[in-house]
């Protein structure tokens, strides 16, 4: 694969269904929709990805800086959730702005950690790269070759 090639992220759907077929570099993912709203649930909703980006990047991020600071952190656990809809969205987004609006984020820290170890590393939780981008906000430009 090459370079340029590997820097995008691919999703495909058939004619029917919201099954979707995930390329990203050299992993192969699937999205869909719970059956309750006609999906076959072989996979995360979109949102539920996105959450997904949240998650792993927050870990990651108190990974590195744990590391780097040689805290006790054996493990860390980021719970999150929204109580959107992503099918309501597609279902209004011609007519209508949508969207997350608020994200809750539990986040557990395991390991001998200090209570003011905990306490950065809660603090350096909001420093995750992609949750910084998405309270920033990000424009997605559509380009045509």
């Not at 990047?57 to 744990?66: E, F, I, S, W």
């Not at 860390?76 to 984020?105: F, P, T």
Request: with cysteine; charged share 30%; aromatic share 4%.
């Amino acid at each position: 694969m090459s370079e340029e090639a590997s820097r995008w992220v691919t999703s495909r759907i058939g004619a029917t269904g919201f099954r979707v077929d995930v390329t990203a570099r050299t992993h192969s993912l699937i999205g869909d929709e719970p059956v309750d709203v006609r999906g076959t649930d072989l996979g995360p909703t979109p949102y539920e990805y996105l959450l997904t980006a949240i998650g792993t990047c927050t870990v990651m991020t108190l990974r590195l800086y744990a590391d780097r600071k040689g805290f006790p952190l054996e493990g860390a656990a980021v719970m999150l959730r929204s109580g959107q809809s992503h099918e309501r969205d597609c279902e209004n987004c011609a007519k209508e702005k949508v969207g997350i609006g608020r994200v809750e984020r539990r986040i557990e820290l395991l390991g001998a950690l200090t209570d003011e170890q905990k306490m950065r590393l809660l603090e350096i939780a909001d420093r995750c790269p992609v949750k910084q981008t998405l309270e920033r906000g990000i424009k997605v430009e559509t380009i045509t070759e």
